[in-house]
């Protein structure tokens, strides 16, 4: 089927690690990083040093727990720090003007891999009193990259030079009902996503149930699917995040877990255990491409996580 | 209807400081309907304005008129009268009523009352709710008749955000998630094949970012 993530004739090919990557057979593991609310590249650089070894791409997100160093400034630190980004764009604060131009200008530094999302409303974010654009949803934007790709501006002109990124999308499977949800992932792939990495997942029998229906669609054969996973470094952050994302879906029994560990210390490598328990039952699962590990400003736990996988 | 709620008393007396005879002028149509500028509201602002006037010594003083709509010339006139004799006008009206009393006025300081909130529906006794972001384009009948536009924070139209979580919207949880009424709407008329459909950007170009719109209807005109 022509337009879900198969190239056309006239499309160039994305050549990122990370796109040869979902050609090919092998499991593969992405993170995410959240840049700092700074101006340091070197702090990015910083936390670069976590996220070599082992991870295919790295996202850089963009703004979304707070104003912070853009995405694509952060895009281009990772990749001098020798890491390949996937750069995060959000709809919430750029026209289709800015997001185009944003791309073109990360497509000129030799950014290869783009993750389209709308992004958390802005009073999630820590400015609720902020106006927000929204000119755009995140499937119209798959769908404006892949124009792009195709040599496009969503404006009808033509791009002066190569244009070609990968491009991402994400998915959360707690959404319910579970047929709204696959219509949702259904277009995104249908827009053009080639790889789908999904909110982070504690609940691994739900998650089981949205991958199945993924499955039995046929969509796992279309896009790589990345589940998210997320070291939780405690109690405190859980019930944060549980209380202010609805997107997150944290099980009172993981919380009980981490509580009953005991200090910090102990609730942290907890949360690693927990993780590292979810990483080991998401491997091998049918239609499941590989792994995305969220752990914002605790870039140190990505190895930790990823030694589940040996 | 237009929906307004009234300013605060204060932040109304501080608006009016400085000014003698002062006009409250209400409007006998959507502000009337949603209890925020009609004759009863009028009155009750302008004992308001009466009390803070001997508490604070301001010397107002205070008239009142409602007229049936601020909004059109032929029904400012009914006013024109009390309001050349006011020194300044407290419009209880909405939005365009105060402009239209402005522009009507040039020498005469109108000043707005009401937050002019949105265009929306009387959902329950005491309780408003918006329903049209007035973009110009109408795509109610792509979605069963419930607005994204509107009714989404992030006007979504391609589906739900991955924050609607048990019908609610991520963003408050009072909130009904516009993407679970629009689904369960379409699934009862047997229209749920139109959210298989991509729907293409927006054009804004007939919102309020193509700038202040104008409708001219030639057949109308004199």
């Avoid at chain 1, 949803?137 to 501006?153: F, P, R, T, Y």
């Amino acid at each position: 089927m022509a337009g879900d993530g198969e190239i056309r004739k006239n499309e160039m090919k994305p050549d990122s690690k990370l796109a040869s990557k979902i050609e090919g057979k092998d499991f593969i593991v992405t993170a995410e990083y959240v840049p700092p609310a700074g101006t340091s590249a070197a702090a990015v650089e910083a936390g670069a040093v976590y996220l070599r070894d082992g991870l295919t791409a790295v996202n850089a997100a963009d703004n979304v727990n707070g104003i912070a160093m853009s995405s694509l400034a952060a895009s281009l630190a990772l990749m001098k720090a020798g890491v390949e980004p996937v750069y995060q764009l959000v709809t919430r604060d750029r026209n289709r003007i800015a997001l185009e131009s944003d791309l073109l200008g990360a497509a000129s530094l030799g950014i290869k891999n783009v993750l389209c999302l709308t992004g958390y409303h802005q009073s999630l974010m820590g400015c609720p009193e902020s106006a927000n654009v929204f000119d755009i949803d995140s499937i119209q934007l798959i769908a404006a990259v892949k124009k792009m790709n195709e040599g496009s501006l969503i404006d009808g002109r033509k791009i002066d030079g190569g244009f070609s990124m990968l491009i991402g999308a994400v998915a959360n499977p707690s959404l319910k009902p579970l047929d709204l949800n696959m219509i949702r992932l259904r277009k995104k792939i249908a827009a053009g996503a080639s790889f789908i990495q999904t909110q982070a997942v504690f609940d691994v029998e739900a998650f089981k149930l949205w991958l199945e229906a993924a499955r039995k669609e046929g969509l796992t054969e279309r896009a790589a699917i990345l589940a998210g996973v997320w070291p939780l470094t405690g109690a405190d952050e859980a019930k944060l995040l549980a209380k202010n994302y609805t997107d997150i879906d944290i099980p009172a029994g993981v919380i009980a877990r981490l509580e009953k560990a005991g200090d910090a210390e102990a609730q942290k490598k907890e949360g690693l255990a927990i993780c590292a328990e979810t990483v080991k039952k998401l491997k091998g699962l049918p239609g499941l491409r590989g792994i995305h590990i969220i752990s914002p400003a605790n870039e140190a736990a990505v190895p930790q996580v990823m030694a589940a996988l040996k | 209807m237009i929906v307004a709620e009234r300013k605060t008393i204060p932040e109304i007396v501080d608006i009016l400081k400085g000014h003698k005879n002062i006009l409250v002028l209400g409007c006998g149509t959507c502000v009337t309907v949603c209890l925020a500028g009609g004759e009863r509201e009028v009155s009750i602002m302008a004992s308001a304005l009466r009390i803070a006037s001997r508490a604070q010594n301001l010397g107002f003083k205070v008239s009142e008129l409602t007229i049936e709509r601020q909004c059109d010339n032929i029904f400012i006139e009914q006013a024109a009268e009390a309001i050349e004799k006011a020194d300044a006008v407290l419009s209880l009206g909405c939005g365009a009523g105060v402009q239209a009393i402005a522009e009507r006025f040039a020498k005469k300081p109108v000043y707005a009352g009401l937050n002019t909130k949105f265009l929306g529906i009387l959902e329950e006794r005491g309780t408003w709710t918006e329903k049209c972001a007035q973009c110009g384009e109408c795509v109610l009948a792509e979605y069963g008749g419930i607005c994204p536009v509107t009714r989404c924070a992030k006007h979504l139209l391609n589906g739900p955000c991955g924050g609607s979580r048990e019908d609610r919207c991520e963003v408050n949880p009072d909130r009904a998630c516009a993407w679970q009424l629009i689904y369960k709407r379409l699934k009862d008329i047997g229209q749920l094949d139109r959210l298989e459909k991509i729907s293409a950007p927006k054009k804004w170009g007939t919102s309020l970012s193509g700038g202040p719109r104008v409708i001219v209807r030639e057949d109308h005109r004199i």
